[in-house]
């Protein structure tokens, strides 16, 4: 019960990963309030926690929704201990040379103005409370190139220096403030926005699910569960020394290129060496 009597803010919470933190959170003692869009999914969630999981509706590319969430919240239990800054979707799809203006801004809006006002509003409720903890959701996109869309990965690269603003802003009320940067997580987000029929979706699921458990050295899927305890250990004392850090839960997607930690896949310096032993046969003859 690592987070008895402690009040929890999860956004984006009827689905993926902040539904699998909710959860945790209140196995472990909290009371959650989830943040989210989707009504239903979110009010089916608190139905099923004996009221543990309080559901509020909030669209965080709102301001005002994020401020109502964090005063209802603060107002309602005295205080919060714990805010995971988790909502998302893909965003814009487009390259750089062809985005709109429009769907730039609705991302950012979306990935990281949420995150910076997530924060601002919550502050006031944080002030003062033993072990307060800020955990932002970024992405192995943040990285570089080949993870995601453009838009969405400034935009999470960005949550990542926030994060470490943020971080240097809110030492002095004792609130710590870190990221995470999950990878190949299998939750709905790669099929939610795209425009065919729930067959074809679930038929898409299925095998992002298969390439999930091949995608990275650790030779099994992401799942939301994965990410949910990594948060939960930042936010909790056993994190209470690491502030302005990010974590990287990705089952080592980001180590390198699969030639680098995959025998069955060819790799440049293999092929290398196999030309200097064909050359080194063709002189012995
Ligand atoms: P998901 O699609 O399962 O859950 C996202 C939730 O956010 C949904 O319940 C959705 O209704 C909610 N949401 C979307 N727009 C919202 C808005 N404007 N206001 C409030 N709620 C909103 O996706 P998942 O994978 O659980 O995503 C959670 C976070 O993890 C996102 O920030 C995503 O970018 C990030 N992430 C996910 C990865 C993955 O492989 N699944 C990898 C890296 C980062």
């Known amino acids: ?24 959170f209140t196995r472990d003692g909290a009371t959650v309030y989830a943040a989210d869009i989707d009504v239903a999914a979110g009010e089916a969630l608190a139905a099923a926690s004996d009221g543990a999981i309080r559901f509020q509706h909030c669209d965080v590319t709102s301001t005002e929704a994020i401020r109502a969430l964090m005063d209802r919240a603060g107002s309602e239990t005295g205080g919060i201990d714990v805010v995971f ?3 998302g979707a893909g965003g814009a799809r487009a390259k750089i040379h062809e985005v709109e203006p429009a769907d730039w801004d ?3 809006d979306l990935l990281l103005r949420s995150v910076a006002f997530g924060i601002r509003y919550a502050v006031p409720h944080m002030q003062g409370r033993p072990g307060a903890s800020i955990v932002n959701v970024s992405s192995v996109a943040a990285v ?29 009320f004792g609130i ?16 939610s926005s795209l425009e065919i029929p729930d067959e074809q979706k679930g038929m898409a699921k299925g095998v992002i699910a ?10 099994r899927g992401g799942q939301p569960r994965d990410i949910a305890e990594a948060c939960a250990f930042l936010a909790s004392d056993a994190g209470s020394f690491i502030t302005g850090a990010s974590l990287l839960v990705d089952g080592g997607i980001t180590l ?25 046969a063709n002189a012995g003859k």
Do not use: C
């Not at 453009?150 to 002095?172: E, I, N, P, S, W």
């Open 144 to 172: 570089g190139p080949g993870y995601s869309p453009t838009t969405y990965a400034v935009a999470k690269a960005g949550v990542l220096h926030l994060t470490k603003m943020a971080a240097a802003d809110l030492a002095q």
């Open 256 to 280: 390198g290129p699969r030639y680098s930690w995959d025998p069955e896949e060819p790799a440049i310096f293999g092929a290398l060496e196999a030309l200097e032993e064909q050359a080194k």
């Open 106 to 108: 609705r991302t950012m």
């Open 85 to 87: 800054n988790n909502a």
């Open 176 to 191: 710590r403030v870190n990221a995470i940067q999950p990878g190949f997580i299998n939750t709905d987000i790669f099929t």
């Open 210 to 219: 298969q390439m999930s458990s091949n995608a990275q050295p650790v030779k």
């Open 1 to 24: 019960m690592r987070f008895s009597g402690k009040t929890v803010v999860i956004t984006g919470a009827a689905s993926g990963i902040g539904k699998a933190a909710a959860e945790l």
